[in-house]
């Protein structure tokens, strides 16, 4: 092929490359802006209660405390005051002399735990008698648990723990135990 030749054949392919390019498709038109909608997230004014769920627990707890209907006749301590073990810290005079409670705490976690109890450790105390001194009586105390297991028993039961003490709402023992009317 001659150099007439070579040169005609690539202006004929030119040419024919620059028609094809010439009828390709037309370019897609860019997409339109679209408008987006922006909130801000936030407290309103509108709003000013709320509603939640919970639990209302006492600000001091007694780890002993009693169910008692009655008249809180003595409170020997103001709240955040230090006080002692044995301490008296209120008296209430119940009308039909009895109380009931629960012991609570690590005692009674200790004791739970050691027998394998499947109750709390319960309290009841009733009056037996009213000396001549106002104020004092001879209470019966009893603590008791059911499910408690006793190295060598056959099986778990109620145990019951009963005392007597003399009480008065001082705190001293009673002067004198002759009874009262």
């Known amino acids: 092929m001659s150099k007439h030749s070579k040169v005609s054949v690539y202006l004929a392919l030119s040419v024919v490359l620059a028609t094809l390019s010439a009828c390709s498709r037309e370019e897609a038109p860019p997409e339109p802006v679209r408008a987006v909608k922006v909130i801000t997230v936030g407290a309103q004014g509108w709003q000013t209660d709320a509603v939640y769920a919970g639990e209302v627990r006492a600000r001091v707890e007694s780890r002993l405390g009693f169910r008692v209907g009655g008249k809180l006749t003595h409170r020997a301590v103001d709240a955040g005051q230090r006080v002692s073990a044995a301490q008296l810290l209120a008296a209430i005079d119940a009308p039909d002399g009895r109380a009931h409670g629960v012991l609570s705490g690590p005692m009674a976690d200790a004791i ?70």
């Open 112 to 181: 739970t735990a050691r027998f394998k109890a499947t109750s709390p450790v319960f309290i009841d105390v009733s009056t037996e008698r009213r000396y001549a001194q106002s104020g004092c009586r001879r209470l019966k105390v009893s603590f008791w648990q059911d499910g408690v297991q006793l190295p060598g028993e056959p099986g778990p039961r109620r145990r019951t723990i009963d005392f007597g003490i003399n009480y008065c709402r001082d705190g001293l023992p009673p002067r004198s135990l002759s009874r009262g009317a």
